[in-house]
């Protein structure tokens, strides 16, 4: 079929969300035959695989949050709208901003994910959490103000709790906070706090049976032992009942006084508040035809954290290169329906799994190998390293390492300008 | 006369505030026979002078902000806390800080200046300032903010209100925001915003009769000369009497329609509060004795924008080598009083002034010559690397500028994660 002509009006495709599988979508539509929006309630991409660096004083934030106008800067047919969605209505092909409506001919969902507390009381109120880049600043600081308020206080307790971090959540972001945690409280807080040397307790209390669970169980047991050789204390088969600014309780009714409780065990989907029913899978997710699109809407896709898609009889896992490559996929399906030809099916090609643990050690599955070491650790980094988005960067972030890692220390130790504590 | 013997209970020195001069005290009284604890309400140093680079998004925050711990760790006798002081008193030789009260046999008072809005209505509400790294955040988050409203707006009148900055104070800090802010609506910010190439506006706007007063006239005129070069619309004998959210009213009554204030016209001292009465000079600042020692106490120095000194029938200009010196000054006496010995006066050594206005260009007072053009502008540069604390910094700091001046660009155009918007 021919080509439609310039002068022709043009579709409309809103991406909600920049976040992996959005923000690539938009830059895999460059020089499509549409008009393509993309929306943002940040004006950055954040790249969440290394916020527990930012967290744990390793990293510049900024290395870690891309400004999505600087990329789309060559892409004439792609804009972009930092503004925060109120609404979606599929019926009449709006986005509703509140004091706005864009109206689509196309539309994908990319919103991610939020954390699922699971009904746990204080979690919500109490405790710091790891999905975006204010999220990492704020423990950032509070554990800097911990340690700065534990330096200077006469009552061992009050000072015990202080120094107390609780990471709930076995999964690669609580295995990699807890290890990161420890390596910074015995290195650059040992230095900058002598008086705190002995007091930093990094616990890590998981409910399920082992360690990093979406790996064989080899790999959790090492990366156990690997935690405790930092220094983290590991709980397996423990349940958090509650949390308060004062403890967290456990299901054996022990309670761990600690001013510092980091909710990582799990999340759930984040879809826009939808004007009418969608049909929705586990956690929320939206259900998907195997292309990608809605199962009730042609001209609607989802991709990332926000969507169910099931592979060989399993769900995906919710890891940045699915999102990625359903970005890719998504665009690709999105040029063949507005060429007039139909959508083809999506399938995720795994090219395995990584996970970093700290003090040089990591694990890994890649091409049915599994391996426990340094191997995996630097893959991981250099893994991490060239999907960053930009140059500067991915230079900056390899310095950063180097400097971290030759020298133990951290160049980041001082608190934001903005300390919204949350206690 | 002998030393004291190590037996003998320490003297204790109780620093208040890291900034300039505060912060090189406490570095000179390392190894001092006393106890030197300095507190400050940040547990970073901020480098004021750079703040107007990050307000206009050229330097990562964490650059002009260098942790005090990090400077005294190998200084066995200088600790450091971090906390708020509410309340000195002399008689009791005590700093209130609310929770503690922490005794001192000798003081320094460093706190600083505060911004100072000389009564005018809306200053203190709707005008952004450049005192802190906070403020300087603040102000780059809100123009970000600004240009994400403006490329999304219809209303032509409302986004000339957006993209109109008002820039009140045409001392040093006012110029060299003028100049950053228009090098960025003209490089960066038009990269990035197509729709707003031709809509970006900074207006300087200085009561007096030339820019930088305290630089002899001729510098003045080619300060405006070079800013109107690079596109600010400088105003002179111009007062503002009022500003708001939607403008900022001159004495002429004319009103400029605008969404940005920044207020650069002035400080005045920021003491703690005094339990007792002490004697004041212009502008709040604390009086001194010819050694830095207050009128009426023995053992309390004031320095910086805190104290008032004056030197051949002058007062001290405020800036950082003034506060610097004083500093080192401070420790001096401060040793000789631990000796047994008096205080001697201290005399500021000028070594000249320097002012960067943008494009290439700033102006100079050195050793009686006075000269404008790209030589001091390269000298400021230089100086401030120079004197920026820590080497990673000053290395990061100087690549950054290669790449911001080589290309034009600015590498940091994300908002912060915190949008704390002021209006």
Chains 1, 2 share one sequence.
């Not at 022709?8 to 929006?37: C, E, M, P, W, Y």
């Not at 970093?356 to 190998?369: E, F, N």
Request: hydrophobic share 45%; net charge neutral; charged share 20%.
């Amino acid at each position: 079929m021919a080509p439609p002509s310039p002068s022709t009006q043009r579709d409309r495709i809103v991406i909600i969300g920049a976040g992996f599988g959005g923000f690539q979508a938009a830059q895999s539509l460059a020089g499509a035959t549409a008009d393509v929006l993309l929306i943002d309630r940040n004006n950055y991409h954040t790249f969440v695989p290394l916020l527990y660096q930012v967290a744990t004083a390793q990293l510049e934030p900024s290395l870690v949050a891309y400004p999505v106008r600087t990329k789309l800067r060559g892409m004439r047919n792609v804009r972009f709208l930092q503004a925060e969605v109120k609404r979606v209505d599929f019926h009449h092909k709006l986005v509703d901003l509140g004091d706005n409506l864009i109206p689509y001919d196309y539309l994908v969902v990319a919103t991610g994910a939020a954390v699922h507390d699971y009904g746990v009381p204080g979690v919500a109120a109490h405790a710091f959490t790891l999905q975006s880049l204010r999220e990492a600043l704020e423990l950032r600081n509070h554990v800097l103000q911990c340690c700065e308020q534990a330096a200077f206080i006469t009552d061992d307790r009050e000072r015990q709790r202080l120094m107390t971090f609780a990471i709930v959540g076995g999964g690669a972001t609580g295995v990699e906070l807890a290890g990161a945690l420890a390596e910074w409280l015995r290195g650059a807080v040992r230095r900058d706090f002598s008086e705190l040397s002995d007091w930093g307790r990094v616990m890590l209390l998981q409910a399920g049976s082992s360690l990093l669970p979406e790996f064989p169980q080899r790999l959790g047991n090492y990366t156990h032992r690997q935690l405790e050789q930092l220094g983290v204390q590991v709980s397996l088969n423990t349940k958090v009942t509650a949390c308060s600014e004062q403890d967290v309780k456990l299901s054996d009714q022990e309670a761990i006084a600690t001013a510092t409780v980091v909710w990582a065990a799990g999340v759930t989907a984040n879809p826009p508040t939808l004007a009418q029913p969608s049909h929705q899978k586990a956690k929320g997710k939206l259900a998907l035809r195997e292309t990608l699109q809605l199962v009730e809407h042609d001209n609607v896709y989802a991709i990332g954290d926000v969507a169910y898609f099931e592979q060989s009889g399993e769900p995906l896992s919710g890891v940045a290169p699915e999102a990625l490559q359903q970005g890719v996929a998504v665009a690709r399906n999105l040029r063949r329906q507005l060429a007039g030809d139909s959508p083809r099916p999506f399938r995720y090609l795994n090219k395995g799994r990584l996970a970093i643990i700290g003090g040089y050690g990591g694990v890994g599955s890649v091409l049915g190998v599994n391996f426990g070491g340094w191997l995996p650790w630097l893959m991981w980094l250099l893994v991490h390293v060239v999907y960053l988005p930009g140059y500067r960067s991915r230079l900056l972030v390899l310095l950063t390492w180097v400097q971290n890692y030759v020298m133990g220390d951290r160049a980041l130790r001082q608190l934001s300008a903005h300390t919204d504590a949350k206690h």
